[in-house]
């Protein structure tokens, strides 16, 4: 990351022996993206070696490059002089901050039916791939409670009416033919213990107020009520049945993107929760159910977007009994690029420290519309990279990536909201291909159970560690999108959302663009249109650029879809609405091949500066790079 290409880390292990034989090569192939992918049968995948420690005063280095080094291995001396041309590496064991979690990913039911597509010698090498010590030692496995929009069909575990005993609770076949197998067989694999959290996405129809498991909708009634016991209960019932299969939860999260289901496409599975919502839900019903229950099961906040922190974190842990049943807070990294992780995820450490910050979501290749899989693309693998190195100073103790493993089309998915993945399949060749992005994510494996260390001396006292630098810019920086800003807009009020109100500083997504709250090609803008701002993007921005003079590189920008048939006045000379296409990865490699992306605007408000929100997370963003304000 500070060498263009390179991802490569020094790093000091713990068991003495020297390099072990058996590691086996990458099989690489170029489908023209920028880098190579590493082919995987029935009979030959990649592996590594089991971790050894070199002789003392020797180090490992594990090197993955854009040009094609996977995870390889080397080893060098350490010197005795402080004045050496090259790298200093300086640890401060002295002062220590979070425990490291771990790294892991989710098996949706897409996944699962992905990796069941190959033969079992297949399925066992990408099993191992993840989870043995020949393969990246995943040890975090995110589950979705029945279904999520990565599955082939939307279903519930009880579908019969009013049953408020849940007497006709049951698994699907999705958890007892394909999950629970995968995991048992994941668990055998792994000589680390894997700690498995569940997420629900919907509950069922019956319970929610617009009857259906799709599209928008809240729990019916209030906290306290027989809906809110009852799927408090729902949550226990789950746990009980996965327990009978001999598989254990080590956390639940209390809803996968409670906010989501305010503008969620129609047909996307969800519930909707507020803030204060969520706090009662866990204070009266879903805490004291896992605390009566035989589980040891923890109960994760939020698990949505950092922009809602700290302010989501004020609302539920500032309640005394809503905070002894949460142990900590979930993080998707979606809309990172909004709020600086100081802002968000610092502040909350700092108001709450005793509950821990895990991200449990993310993926790339998300609304890319045509494109959503781009095999062998760095750039992506870079964009974790980052996310990693960035979030994790700042007190974040894990990371889970999306779906462990997708199709060619980043599916199956019935809501078509098709994205990428580390490991992707191909079901009729028998064959699985591990892209850049899975290479990155095997260069976290050393860091579990770790502690993370403060910056070295000559990046500056301060006590809370600050980000590490990168090629272009400190995450702290962000163009001028500075801390004052990022409170104002946690700390909007959220009610106002429905309304459209002026108020609310941030994501909409139009009706005919991403998620369908606002239809505003059907009204007036309440605020006026000279409240508006347009951001306008290169004629070919680059969506996965590493570091570049454009900055957050290509992508939708602002937070405010509107349709390209809207008309609006009074805008700025030199600014005009329109629809972008933005190349993925390399455009010299993709030739004529694009995304259409529309133009997008968002409210300008004193305290707000304009604000670029790349689909791609940004690599690293320039300083002042595709920031402007309307009116000056």
Sequence with gaps: MWAVGILGWLLLL?????????????????????????????????????????????????????????????????QRSLHSPGLLLTLNISTLYQHVKGFGGSLSDAA???????????????????????????????????????????????????????????????????????????????????????????????????????????LKGKAGDKYHKT?????????????????????????????????????????????AQQRDFIAQDLGPALARSPHRTRLLMLDDQRIHLPHWAKVVLGNATAARYVAGLAVHWYLDAIVPPGCSLEATHKLFPDHFLLYTEACTGFFMFRFAVSLGCWERGDHYSYSILTVMNHFVSGWTDWNLVLDLHGGPNWVKNFVDSPVIVDGSKDVFYKQPMFYHLGHFRWVRGAQVLPPAPDQGQNPSPGPLPTASSSPRALGGWGCAAAAAASSASWSTWPSCAPTVPLSWWSSTGLAGMCHLESRTLPWG????????????????????????????????????????????????????????????????????????????????????IPLEVPFAPSPGAHFHTWPP
């Design 14 to 78: 713990l068991l003495p022996a020297p390099q072990v034989a058996g590691a086996r090569p990458c099989i690489p192939k170029d489908f023209g993206h920028g880098s190579l992918v590493c082919v995987c049968n029935a009979t030959y995948c990649d592996t590594l070696d089991p971790l050894v420690l070199p002789a003392p005063g020797s180090y490992v280095k594990y090197e993955s490059s854009k040009a094609g080094k996977r995870l390889e291995r080397s080893e060098g001396k350490f």
């Design 112 to 218: 699962a039916m992905n990796i069941l597509k190959l033969s079992q010698p297949a399925q066992d090498n990408l099993l191992r791939s993840y989870f043995s010590e020949s393969g990246i030692e995943y040890n975090l496995i995110r589950v979705p409670m029945a279904c999520s929009d990565f599955s082939v069909r939307p279903y519930s575990y009880d579908d019969v009416p009013n049953d408020y005993e849940l007497k006709h609770f049951r698994l699907v076949d999705e958890d007892v033919k394909m999950k629970i197998p995968l995991l048992r067989r994941a668990l055998a694999m792994s000589k680390r213990s894997l700690l498995l959290f569940a997420s629900p996405w919907t509950a069922p129809a019956w319970m929610k107020s617009n009857g259906d498991v799709r599209g928008k909708g809240t």
């Design 231 to 275: 799927w408090a209960n729902y949550f226990i019932k789950f746990l009980d049945e996965y327990a009978k299969h001999n598989v254990t939860f080590w956390a639940v999260t209390a809803q996968n993107e409670p906010l989501a289901g305010l503008f969620t496409p129609p047909q996307a599975p969800t519930i909707a929760f507020t803030a």
């Design 529 to 612: 249109s000279s409240r508006l701002w347009l951001q306008p993007t290169p004629s070919r921005p680059t969506c996965g650029a590493s570091s570049d003079s454009q900055g957050s590189a290509g992508g939708l920008r602002g937070a405010l879809g509107v349709n390209p048939s809207s008309t609006l006045s009074s805008i700025p000379q030199g600014w005009k609405q329109m629809v972008t296409h933005c190349w993925e990865c390399s455009p010299c490699t993709r030739g004529s091949v694009c995304s259409w992306h529309r133009g997008l605007l968002l409210p300008s408000l004193p305290s707000l500066p304009a604000l670029p």
